[in-house]
């Protein structure tokens, strides 16, 4: 079968275009029903049973939209850098790559870093990965990293493409690279407060890359774009296998996208503080982020996943 055929999206014409153009405000309007619920949810309903369906439920929903519905580019980051460029002399384009992040960013800075936890399908996806198959022992941790790495190279140079070779894999290449971050935080448990940052730089790379005008494809483009793109098919399943090793590995210490979030989230309005730190099994903190009362970054880090206890601005819920 026609892999590309296999791809395509049910809409593939804006179903309510804006003003005539190419931006779709239905899009727009199923975000801002599904985000709502999400916080809702996430803020007033009290059974953590609950939540964990209705969540499972808005990204059932999330992964529908931009998976199997819609050809719309969830590269927030990426596009609002563009769209900035884009102010003065094409004010619809810049409109059009700026209206999610907008309207995700909007919800971010009320209810904290909401679409990582109830929307984002990369880190639903990752999430599968961790409770399907999740590596338990450290011997088969490192040995798994190890076949990761290998099989991600070997394909990579299998399916090189004929013209620039960094730049067409940027995000193959970048997944690579959150196989030797987690293979050092395994080694150095420990400093993982250090390696959380790492961030940070990660975020700068993506900033500066996309600003000099470098376009790579991002992780989930082959599920919502309609390309056939090797280096994002490539960079999801690493990122995918990586999270059975480390859940969430990828939002965790690499994801610019997420990175940026969390930094906007920190401003929320509403602001969550997890009341049971010290329920940690074994060594595992239960909080998929890895929020755990010894490493502090991490708690700038939640996803309002609503799996623990938590207060609301101090007040029980
Ligand atoms: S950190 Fe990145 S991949 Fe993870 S949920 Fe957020 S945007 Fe998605
Ligand atoms: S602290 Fe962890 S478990 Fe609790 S809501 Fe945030 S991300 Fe989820």
Wanted: glycine share 6%; charged share 15%.
């Amino acid at each position: 079968m026609n892999l590309f055929l296999l791809l395509r999206k049910i809409v593939n014409t804006p179903l309510m275009p804006v003003q005539g153009t190419w931006i779709d405000a239905a899009v727009f309007v199923i975000i801002f029903a599904v985000l709502s619920v999400a916080a809702g949810v996430c803020f007033f309903v009290r059974s953590p049973k609950l939540r964990q369906n209705m969540r499972i439920i808005t990204r059932v929903v999330s992964l529908g939209v931009f998976a199997v519905m819609f050809f719309r580019c969830i590269c927030l980051l990426k596009t609002s850098v563009v769209g900035v460029t884009q102010i003065g002399w094409d004010d619809v384009s810049a409109f059009g790559n700026f209206f999610l992040f907008i309207l995700i960013g909007s919800f971010v800075l009320v209810a904290g870093n909401i679409y990582c936890g109830w929307m984002c399908p990369l880190g639903f996806l990752q999430e599968i990965s961790s409770r399907l198959f999740p590596v338990k022992t450290n011997r088969l941790r490192f040995l798994s990293l190890g076949i990761i790495f290998i099989l991600g190279s070997v394909l990579l140079f299998l399916f090189r493409p004929a013209n620039d070779f960094f730049t067409e894999n940027i995000i193959a290449l970048w997944a690579l690279a959150l196989v030797i971050v987690v293979t050092v935080v395994l080694l150095n448990p420990a400093r993982e407060y250090v390696i959380l940052k790492t961030k940070y730089a990660f975020l700068v790379l993506y900033v500066l890359l996309t600003g000099a005008g470098v376009w790579f494809s991002e992780a989930w483009c082959w599920l919502t774009g309609n390309d056939i793109d090797y280096s994002s098919i490539i960079g999801f399943f690493v990122i995918f296998l990586v999270s059975a090793v480390i859940p969430l590995a990828w939002c965790r210490y690499v994801c610019p996208t997420g990175t940026f979030l969390f930094l906007l989230g920190r401003k929320s309005l509403l602001k969550i503080k997890a009341t049971d730190h010290g329920a940690e099994i074994g060594n595992t903190p239960r909080c998929l982020m890895g929020e755990s009362s010894r490493v502090p970054e991490s708690r700038l880090m939640c996803i309002r996943c609503g799996t623990c206890a938590y207060e609301l601005n101090d007040k029980k819920i």
